[in-house]
């Protein structure tokens, strides 16, 4: 039975890049998608966030104090920070890690596998 991966993809800022490169960097995750298929694997989702200027941080409300909202995200300048994730399911942690290996990204892919819930 496959397991489920979260591959938690840290980056940097990106530049605003071209049409055309933004267009070759979709193709090598065409081509990552398409090396988990190869494997038996699967992508269950995947999703490119939006940068940090986008998001904002929630401190819920607890033990009687109200929750909190704060603009932007606890990030410290200039280093890497959750630009996107891949979803995927592979047959061994071994497949998982040789999978992340090919994920395209400028900084580091995050492992962390899934805790399967179903009862």
């Avoid at 991966?5 to 940097?12: A, D, H, N, S, V």
């Avoid at 490169?21 to 995947?46: D, L, P």
């Avoid at 929750?67 to 995200?73: E, I, P, S, V």
């Amino acid at each position: 039975m496959a397991d489920r991966y979260l591959f938690q993809i840290m980056e940097g800022v990106w530049d605003n890049p071209t049409p055309e490169g933004f267009a070759e960097e979709m193709a090598k995750h065409q081509a990552f998608m398409a090396a988990v298929v190869a494997a038996g694997g699967k992508v269950i989702s995947g999703e490119a966030l939006q940068g940090l200027e986008a998001g904002y941080s929630v401190t819920p409300a607890r033990d009687g104090l109200a929750a909190t909202y704060t603009d932007g995200l606890a990030v410290d300048p200039g280093a890497d920070f959750l630009s996107g994730y891949y979803l995927i399911e592979a047959d061994s942690p071994e497949i998982a890690r040789d999978l992340a290996a090919l994920c395209p990204t400028g900084g580091t892919i995050e492992v962390r596998p899934v805790w399967d819930m179903e009862m």
